[in-house]
């Protein structure tokens, strides 16, 4: 059975940084899409990033442009996700999935979720 389990969420004051890990269990991260995603309060969930089976295609949401990092480490099986310069409106439940087919781009359908890692930015 896969499993995912986020790290690395806290409180951190605007324009800080946080770098997120998902660590997968039960199965290899690579040749599998992984994306991130988050949940504000009151609202739903939104895609954050995600990177296809190859590391070769990468998608940001708008609001992540320019700020947020996705990245794979296969040898500790794990998806990072490096957010710089945060605002309060990142706020938010983040969670990491993967899809249950190998070679498929970032898309999805994601069918394995984590339970999600909070993130707060506020001064």
């Known amino acids: 059975q896969v499993q995912l389990v986020e790290s690395g969420g806290g409180l951190v004051q605007p324009g800080g940084s946080l770098r997120l890990s998902c660590v997968a269990s039960?199965?290899?991260?690579?040749?599998?899409?992984v994306g991130w995603f988050r949940q504000a309060p009151g609202k739903e969930r939104e895609f954050v990033a995600a990177?296809?089976?190859?590391?070769?295609?990468?998608n940001y949401a708008d609001s992540a442009k320019g700020r947020f990092t996705i990245s794979r480490n296969n040898a500790q099986n794990t998806v990072s996700l490096q957010m710089n310069t945060l605002k309060p409106e990142d706020t938010g439940v983040y969670y990491c999935?993967?899809?249950?087919?190998?070679?498929?781009?970032?898309?999805?359908?994601?069918?394995?979720w984590g339970q999600g890692t909070q993130v707060t930015v506020s001064s």
């Open positions: 999935a993967t899809s249950r087919s190998p070679y498929t781009d970032y898309g999805g359908p994601y069918d394995y």
């Open positions: 039960g199965r290899t991260v690579s040749n599998y899409p």
């Open positions: 990177i296809d089976w190859a590391d070769v295609n990468i």
